[in-house]
């Protein structure tokens, strides 16, 4: 379990969009757990595009979520001088379709990625 002094620090590393242009990764606390988001958007012309695009984006996911927790981490490190150790609770990706019309074969879609990890310190 994390001190009062722990939790706050680590409130204020999490305080802040982390990302790239087109693709950001937000975290947060809820009780005893790290709670990580990754988003970007999707442009695709069929459910075949899609598939095709869908192991760059759970790689692109993964690479941005764990560069992320790594950063978490070395800040943790650095400001309260213990490790921040954690354990993978929930790892889930969707696709939210945004906008798709009749006259075009252009689709738009959200792709996310949630990551909870269980906070053991």
């Known amino acids: 379990m994390l001190s009062k ?3 706050n620090d680590l409130g204020n590393i999490l305080n802040h969009t982390w990302g790239q242009s087109g693709a950001g990764i937000t975290s947060k606390m809820q009780a005893d757990r ?3 988001s990754f988003s970007t958007i ?3 012309a069929s459910e075949t595009s899609l598939q095709q695009q869908m192991p760059k984006l759970v790689d692109e996911s993964m690479q941005l979520l764990t560069a992320r927790l790594g950063e978490i981490k070395k800040q943790f490190k650095e400001v ?3 490790t921040l150790n954690v354990s993978e609770y929930s790892n889930r990706d969707n696709v939210e379709l945004v906008s798709a019309t009749s006259n075009s074969p252009r689709k738009i879609a ?3 990625r949630h990551l909870i990890l269980d906070i053991q310190n």
């Open 80 to 82: 309260t001088g213990n």
């Open 5 to 7: 002094e722990e939790v």
């Open 42 to 44: 999707v442009h695709f």
């Open 110 to 112: 959200y792709y996310r």
């Open 34 to 36: 790290l709670l990580m």
